[in-house]
């Protein structure tokens, strides 16, 4: 490939601190086109797109005791068109609605394949016709979700939120390392 089709790519910043899910997602997103430089951390992350601003990012909600939230800001703070899609294998309503808030184009739960990835990069608004899950959620689902929003709203301090949840610590804790229950 000739050096002026790579300038001609759309660029890419993958930010994760899974080393091979980083390798194996920046070859796919490669062989689709784009240009994709990677970061396992936030620092460095940031450190990348000051000196090149991505057209795209795609950033891990949990950067290894970090959260991905934080960085949403700070590359649209560099480049206000990056668009920017939130990867979690701890989804939950309350960190979803919170990385569209704070600029994300969109927010995805792990696994994911490259396709998806791609189609949440570009895709240009919501679907009006996603259909309505007729089912509630489960018991177990709806505390997950509670405990993501309220420890959302005290910043990810674990104290705060088991002090206002009138839980212990160490029983939030547990409950947090779970996965979170399927709805």
Same mark, same amino acid.
């Not at 080393?19 to 062989?31: H, I, N, P, Q, Y």
């Not at 601003?53 to 949990?62: G, H, Q, S, T, W």
């Not at 990810?156 to 979170?180: C, D, E, F, V």
């Given at each position: 490939?000739?050096?002026?089709?790579?300038?001609?790519?759309?660029?890419?910043?993958? !930010?994760?601190? #899974? #080393?091979?899910?980083?390798?194996?997602?920046?070859? =796919?997103?490669?062989?689709?086109?784009?240009?994709? %430089?990677?970061?396992? #951390?936030? %620092?460095? &992350? !940031?450190?990348?797109?000051? !000196?090149?601003?991505?057209?795209? &990012?795609?950033?891990?909600?949990?950067? &290894?005791?970090?959260?991905?939230?934080?960085?949403?800001?700070?590359?649209? =703070?560099? *480049?206000?068109?990056?668009?920017?899609?939130?990867?979690? +294998?701890?989804?939950?309503?309350?960190? =979803?609605? *919170?990385?569209?808030?704070?600029?994300?184009?969109?927010?995805?739960?792990?696994?994911?394949?490259?396709?998806?990835?791609?189609?949440?990069?570009? =895709?240009? +608004?919501?679907?009006?016709?996603?259909?309505?899950?007729?089912?509630?959620?489960? !018991?177990?689902?709806?505390?997950? *979700?509670?405990?993501?929003?309220?420890?959302?709203? @005290?910043? +990810? @301090?674990?104290?705060?939120?088991?002090?206002?949840?009138?839980?212990?610590?160490?029983?939030?804790?547990?409950?947090?390392?779970?996965?979170?229950?399927?709805?």
């Amino acid at each position: 490939m000739a050096a002026t089709d790579l300038t001609d790519r759309p660029s890419l910043l993958l !930010v994760d601190d #899974d #080393d091979t899910f980083c390798r194996v997602l920046g070859l =796919a997103l490669s062989r689709r086109g784009f240009a994709v %430089a990677t970061a396992y #951390d936030s %620092a460095t &992350a !940031v450190r990348l797109a000051a !000196v090149d601003p991505p057209e795209y &990012a795609i950033v891990d909600l949990n950067l &290894a005791g970090d959260s991905g939230l934080l960085l949403i800001p700070k590359l649209l =703070a560099l *480049e206000p068109a990056t668009r920017i899609v939130v990867l979690t +294998g701890y989804a939950s309503i309350a960190t =979803a609605v *919170e990385a569209i808030k704070l600029g994300a184009v969109n927010y995805l739960p792990k696994p994911v394949d490259a396709d998806q990835v791609v189609t949440a990069l570009i =895709a240009s +608004g919501g679907d009006a016709l996603m259909p309505v899950n007729a089912r509630p959620l489960s !018991v177990n689902r709806l505390e997950w *979700e509670h405990i993501q929003r309220v420890l959302c709203d @005290n910043s +990810g @301090n674990i104290s705060a939120t088991a002090r206002q949840l009138g839980m212990h610590r160490r029983t939030l804790q547990r409950k947090l390392t779970k996965r979170p229950v399927k709805s």
